[in-house]
């Protein structure tokens, strides 16, 4: 994990930027799917990324935000960050696996990235890096071929300015 943080020129000041480094195949947040609970017949929602299909395989979403959350707390524990409540600028840019053969030099492909940031967005406030979703008030996010590994980079800045 790489962090580097800025902050203003005085002695007592606390980072204005936090940007942090989270490794693996990005998740979606997807969209959600009902179901009947069979012993009680009550209905219930899950994520279609973390239902289990008729293979078994249960989706990854769970684990995806739990690593995000991870790097965010150690990202913020390192870099002395506190939580705020004041607005925030996020910016994500995800890095992705390139097909063996891909139509455009960008991937205009699933998974959207609105879903993926959804799932990222969770996880950095489920590490409480700041106080509330509300309080997000500009977002720049992209997706790219990774070079070499996948994952996203993550960079917020107090103050909701870039």
Excluded at 21 to 44: D, L
Excluded at 55 to 79: F, H, I, M, N, Q
Excluded at 112 to 122: C, G, H, P, T, V
């Amino acid at each position: 994990m790489t962090t580097t943080l800025e902050q203003p020129t005085t002695s007592t000041a606390t980072p204005t930027r936090l940007r942090f480094m989270v490794y693996g195949i990005p998740v979606a947040q997807g969209s959600k799917i009902a179901c009947m609970n069979r012993h009680t017949g009550k209905p219930f929602v899950v994520d279609s990324a973390n239902f289990t299909n008729a293979k078994g395989e249960k989706g990854r979403l769970d684990a995806w935000r739990r690593r995000v959350e991870e790097a965010a707390l150690a990202a913020a524990t390192e870099a002395g960050w506190s939580q705020t409540r004041e607005p925030i600028t996020v910016e994500m840019t995800f890095l992705l696996p390139k097909p063996a053969r891909s139509t455009f030099d960008v991937p205009a492909v699933k998974p959207d990235l609105s879903k993926l940031f959804r799932a990222a967005e969770d996880g950095v406030g489920d590490a409480k890096i700041y106080h509330d979703d509300c309080e997000v008030v500009e977002i720049h996010c992209q997706k790219v071929y990774a070079e070499t590994d996948c994952g996203v980079e993550i960079v917020v800045t107090k103050g909701g300015a870039l």
